[in-house]
């Protein structure tokens, strides 16, 4: 499915294999090949406003199927080389506010928006 989406936006790069595990480095700004950790709605809402595709993954770190697809969300990102796709990142223990006002009701569940609309929503981690 990320493979679809990603290629919908134009490209996908090679390479493969997670990155798993550690603290997410907190970027001020979408890094090409990176999960851009999203820190609260208003944050969310400009990114998605400005940029022209996003896949957002909502997740807990107390969720074991999130950790379980952490890893190919984030090799993804990394194989990712449009700068026009941004992979993004809301850990919804902490940005409460992201998940009531997208409705994520099961965790995890993944998000797309092509030019700030929304056109994919899918829940579970199964990798296809």
């Known amino acids: 499915m990320l493979n679809n989406l990603m290629q919908r936006f134009g490209g996908m790069g090679g390479g493969a294999g997670g990155l ?7 970027a001020q700004e979408p890094q090409l090949g ?8 208003a944050q969310l809402q400009k990114l998605i406003k400005e940029t022209p595709g996003v896949i957002i993954d909502f997740w807990s770190p107390t969720c074991p199927p999130c950790m379980r697809i952490k890893p190919t969300f984030e090799s993804a990102a990394k194989a ?11 850990n919804t223990s902490q940005a409460q506010d992201c998940a009531r006002a997208f409705q994520v009701n099961a965790i995890p569940n ?13 829940k579970g981690a199964n990798e296809q």
């Open 20 to 26: 798993g595990g550690g603290v997410p480095q907190v």
């Open 34 to 41: 990176q999960v851009f950790q999203v820190g609260n709605l």
């Open 80 to 90: 990712n080389d449009n700068p026009n796709l941004v992979f993004a990142a809301v």
């Open 110 to 122: 993944f998000i797309a928006f092509d030019a700030g609309k929304q056109f994919k929503n899918f």
